[in-house]
């Protein structure tokens, strides 16, 4: 019941903001919200009971990327304008489509099989992270070391962007 | 209030999903439009999430998602690096006065 509860209260915070990140007309308003949105979604995380990956989307997230976007926006402040343009092109046709996006996935979603709404053999869960180390250290090493690499060549580059 | 299913994960992600799409198409400003691909890139994770846990907790899962949370990581970190570069440039960031391909 509580599960309920805090389902519908992390799934609201999570729409509701990332409905503010979409429309509202200051960057800055929009980058705040987005905080709210990677909170909902680590709540939503926590109650799917996968705990080290809501801990690592509010360190990677909220830690990492927001923090980029908010100087991502104010560093491409215009000095001159007063305020930072936000506005909107093409809104009709864009909602219309994502409307009918929506609409499409939600009735496919809803007309599947059943017994997806059972959760099957529930296992006794004591946190997720020793198997997920074991996991990483084991069947996808590979993809585990390409993917440091990857964080490295990224950063390197970014770096050399944002320097030129 | 009825038992929170698969189903339920599955529509909010679809809803995130769509505001993220509708982020990426009518905004202008290009910080706001990596919101809107950050906003699907969780979307798409709440779903790996979800149906992970809905076929008994298979880690292989949350696996996936992490590597989807170090891509964006990464995605971020260049994409606000180009962002830089071409408001230096172009002294804008709204994507569709960035017309041109050479000075």
Redesign the interface.
Known sequence: ?E??IL?YVF?AL??CS??V??FSRS?IY??FS?LF??LG?AG??V????D??AV??IM??IG??LI??V???M??R?ATDVE????????LP??A???A??AI??VV??Q?RDD????????S?EG?SL??GE??LTT?IL?FEV?GI??LV??M???L??R? | ?L??????????S??????????L????????M???I??ML?SA??NL??F??????M??G??L???V??????????A??????I?RTH????A?RISSLKE
């Open positions: 019941m599960q309920t389902f799934a999570t729409v990332a409905a990140v979409v960057v929009a980058a987005l949105t990677f979604v939503l995380y109650l799917l009971s996968a080290f990956i690592a989307q990677v997230y990492g990327i980029l976007l100087f991502g926006v560093l491409t215009n930072i343009r936000a506005g909107t092109l093409n809104t864009a909602l489509v994502a409307t996006i929506a996935l939600i979603f809803t599947a997806w709404m059972q959760v099957r053999n529930i296992p869960i997720t198997e997920l996991l990483l996808y993809p993917a990857l964080l990224a950063v580059g970014a770096a962007i944002a030129r | 209030m038992e929170i299913g698969l189903t339920h994960y599955l529509i909010v679809a809803l995130l999903f769509c505001l993220g799409f509708l982020a198409t009518i905004r202008r400003n290009a910080v706001l990596l919101m809107g950050e906003l969780n994770n709440i999430i979800a992970s846990r809905y076929q008994g907790l880690l292989d949350h696996v998602a992490l590597f949370i170090i891509l964006a990581a990464a995605e971020a970190a260049v606000l690096a180009i962002v830089l570069h408001y002294n804008t960031v709204e569709d």
